[in-house]
């Protein structure tokens, strides 16, 4: 989970909000006087939500207002009730409902079952299954509108009806669940890695080091997985041997090209793969059925681009086998992190991380790196990610 489960249950509680998080507010707005005559229809007091800083959340509104024209007035605003708990989630956690995958939606029904009211009761299960069945209505109509590209339905769908056991088996926790973070330890996320190798290379060494690669990467760079997945084979830069690192040129979010830096120790690795593996998946493909080979950087089995969908699951499975609660998204904000922490660079991190503001990478990474002692140098930290990280070549 990527949240202080008790922390931000009581703000969901009014009575006990005595904390300064930010949240989001529910207005009922009037219709009848718009100019468009499909909005004019809608009439009055129909639940919208604004930000803390009085900014319409688009997708939210959008869906309130296309969920007004089939529910009766009473069931709209227990919808909106519901949705504003899962916003709020969401302003807690730093997250954008652009970015949600089903293990997101996961750790929402966690933190539901976990939580504790002020007298140490549980939440009934009529509320966690209203609040988790609301959620994924909201989630399952984003994909639908092309919003929530990386949700996997399927496997939202099925948390939700497994939400009920998870609300047993967490409703009487023998010891209060500790507060969860936002990024890993290097130790942990090191290990992580390697687990993420040996979970699914036990019989194939080229897979194992492929999806090695494939958390490296996203350690040492920032890159989100979506980038990760789509990186094209041409624009891996050959080695800058001048510097630490190689600037590679990435397509990011809203196909917006930005420059980051690979760790040349990483690079090289890269380049064996492509070199040596890479080559030796393609040559057996083509011998075989002389199908497509696609042209990024890492491919499956079939020669196919590798898919977030694909890469969730893995992380899931490593998690189960590691105990180490980590996603994809976790690795970019691990790199974010010790990178603020190491060089203090505000300006340089946003440009490598692709936000168009440095609000955001401040709201993601300030905060955090004070809670992270490490010492050294960013060469150091990178060198020392190498020298854990071997994917050896035989």
């Not at 750790?107 to 976990?114: F, K, V, W």
């Not at 505000?346 to 490490?374: D, P």
């Amino acid at each position: 989970m990527l949240l202080n489960t008790q922390g931000y249950f009581r703000h969901l509680n009014f009575q006990h909000y005595k904390y300064s998080v930010k949240m989001v507010t529910v207005i009922k707005v009037d219709f009848r006087q718009s100019k468009i005559e499909k909005l004019k229809e809608l009439g009055k007091d129909l639940p919208q939500f604004f930000d803390c800083e009085s900014k319409p959340l688009r997708i939210a509104n959008q869906y309130m207002r296309k969920r007004a024209s089939r529910l009766a007035y009473k069931s709209l605003i227990t919808t909106a009730e519901h949705l504003k708990e899962f916003l709020n989630w969401l302003t807690y956690s730093n997250l954008d409902i652009k970015e949600i995958t089903d293990d997101f939606f996961d750790s929402y029904i966690d933190a539901l079952c976990s939580y504790r009211k002020p007298s140490g009761d549980p939440l009934s299960w009529n509320t966690v299954n209203a609040r988790s069945s609301g959620a994924y209505r909201f989630l399952l109509w984003s994909h639908e509108q092309g919003y929530c590209h990386y949700l996997n339905p399927s496997e939202a769908h099925q948390i939700n009806l497994t939400s009920k056991q998870r609300y047993k088996s967490k409703g009487h926790p023998s010891k209060q669940i500790s507060a969860p973070i936002s990024f890993l330890q290097l130790d942990q996320a090191i290990e992580f890695i390697d687990a993420l190798a040996d979970i699914s290379g036990k019989v194939n060494q080229d897979v194992k080091r492929r999806n090695k690669l494939v958390g490296a990467l996203m350690l040492q760079t920032g890159l989100r997985i979506s980038e990760v997945c789509n990186f094209p084979l041409k624009d891996l830069p050959e080695v800058n041997s001048k510097g630490h690192s190689t600037p590679a040129r990435v397509i990011g979010k809203g196909d917006k090209a930005r420059a980051i830096l690979i760790p040349n120790q990483l690079l090289l690795k890269l380049w064996e793969y492509v070199d040596i593996d890479r080559e030796r998946l393609v040559e057996k493909i083509e011998n075989l059925a002389g199908d497509f080979i696609d042209d990024s950087l890492f491919i499956s089995e079939k020669g196919q681009k590798l898919t977030p969908n694909w890469i969730q699951k893995l992380f899931r499975k490593t998690k189960k086998f590691t105990g180490i609660n980590s996603h994809p998204h976790i690795l970019r904000h691990t790199f974010g992190t010790y990178h603020y922490l190491l060089n203090r660079d505000l300006t340089g991190l946003a440009k490598l991380m692709g936000h168009e503001s440095e609000v955001t990478t401040q709201q993601y990474y300030i905060h955090t790196a004070t809670l992270v002692s490490y010492t050294g140098s960013y060469s150091g930290l990178q060198n020392e990610i190498d020298r854990l990280i071997r994917v050896d070549f035989e």
